[in-house]
């Protein structure tokens, strides 16, 4: 069966940006057949949060009930949560793999270096670190080449596509340097890649502070999307508006399902002949027609057994990445048979 696995750090609750972005194509992908691995990536989380581990303990149960309650489905077979930390082997892949990945892939990485500026503190070790730490979370599912040449799919946004490159390059690194051992990768980016923030900032983030979480309240909602930032140039309601690169707009088009309406305010918007607050009115309406059943589904599943899922899946996950790095310590002649039980 061909896999897929992507995953999301556990620094917080996910946010719209997250469902457009992933959890979106997720859900439709885990009806198809695809065995799937959704990790949560709460190592991955400590490279930008070592001093709080708290928040990630927290956001790692918070982000089950996120999973659970945009859609995805744990009580399928082919459906697995995975808990990172969890599985040793990936640690161990991780440190295999640094000794074939130049340092300078990682400087020149355009998705590192964007995070670099927004770091406060000057990044760890730990932080430059994670692109490979991301190919051995992916690559600890390849299948064996001699076996199959089905590429991980990996369904994301389009700022991971740079640790999907780097992935297959770590890869091909490996198996030129010790032998074919690992497969390669392909990047899934759906057509909406990106979500811009309420503040018009490229990317809606936690960090920013311009963000419409899953788990938001109906009144939160309403506050955020009436400050929403839109077309700075409009002063009157009666002004012609523009409708390109206006996140109120951009919101229209991603989750408001009357396309007839998002049509007709973009014609009166840019006539002048609707106000601002009309817009986001009904952009409220649209989004909470979204977000109603997902804040349903969190709260049947708050207070039950969530984390068994989590157990069930990463045990299957733990299977096949024993018999990968098995496989990669064999190819660097780290097979021990009589030192290591
Ligand atoms: N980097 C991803 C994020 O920021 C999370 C992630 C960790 C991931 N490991 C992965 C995504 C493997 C895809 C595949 O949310």
Same mark, same amino acid.
């Not at 992908?29 to 799937?36: F, G, I, P, V």
């Not at 406060?120 to 932080?127: D, I």
């Not at 596509?161 to 091909?172: A, F, K, L």
């Given at each position: ?17 997250? /469902? ?74 991780? *440190? /295999?793999?640094?000794? $074939? *990945?130049?340092?300078?892939?990682? &400087? ?9 500026? &927004? ?50 390059? $770590? ?9 074919? *051992? ?126 068994? /899922? $989590?157990?069930?899946? *990463? ?9 990968? $790095? ?16």
């Amino acid at each position: 069966m061909k896999r897929i696995l992507t995953g999301i750090r556990t620094s917080g609750p996910l946010h719209l940006g997250h /469902y457009i972005g992933a959890l979106k194509t997720w859900v439709d992908l885990q009806h198809k057949d695809y065995e799937c691995f959704f990790l949560l990536a709460d190592i991955q989380a400590l490279t930008t949060h070592a001093d709080n581990p708290k928040l990630i303990q927290e956001s790692v149960k918070d982000t089950v009930l996120d999973f659970l309650a945009a859609g995805l489905d744990p009580t399928k077979d082919n459906v697995n949560f995975v808990l990172q930390s969890a599985i040793p082997e990936i640690s161990e892949l991780t *440190t /295999y793999f640094t000794m $074939v *990945t130049p340092f300078a892939w990682v &400087q020149k990485n355009p998705t590192i270096k964007e995070e670099l500026k &927004q770091l406060s503190k000057g990044a760890t070790l730990g932080f430059m670190n994670y692109p490979v730490s991301q190919a051995a979370d992916i690559l600890m599912v390849s299948h064996d080449p001699k076996d199959s040449e089905e590429p991980v799919l990996v369904p994301v946004g389009d700022d991971q596509v740079p640790h999907i490159e780097s992935t297959n390059h $770590v890869s091909r690194a490996f198996n030129n340097t010790y032998g074919k *051992t690992f497969g390669e990768c392909k990047a899934l980016v759906g057509d909406f890649g990106r979500l811009v923030g309420l503040d018009g900032n490229s990317k809606m983030s936690k960090s920013l502070n311009n963000c419409i979480y899953l788990k938001d309240e109906k009144e939160e909602v309403r506050k955020k999307i009436m400050s929403m930032y839109t077309d700075p140039k409009r002063i009157h309601p009666d002004d012609p508006g523009t409708v390109e690169g206006n996140p109120v707009f951009i919101y229209h088009d991603a989750f408001n399902e009357d396309k007839k309406e998002v049509e007709d305010l973009k014609k009166r918007y840019k006539e002048g002949t609707v106000g601002d607050v009309e817009v986001k009115e009904k952009l409220f309406d649209a989004i909470e027609k979204f977000l109603e059943p997902i804040r349903k589904r969190r709260k049947e599943f708050e207070g039950k057994d969530i984390m068994k /899922y $989590v157990a069930d899946g *990463t045990r299957k996950a733990q299977e096949i990445a024993i018999g990968n $790095v098995d496989r990669a310590r064999k190819a660097m002649g780290l097979d021990y048979p009589t030192i290591r039980q």
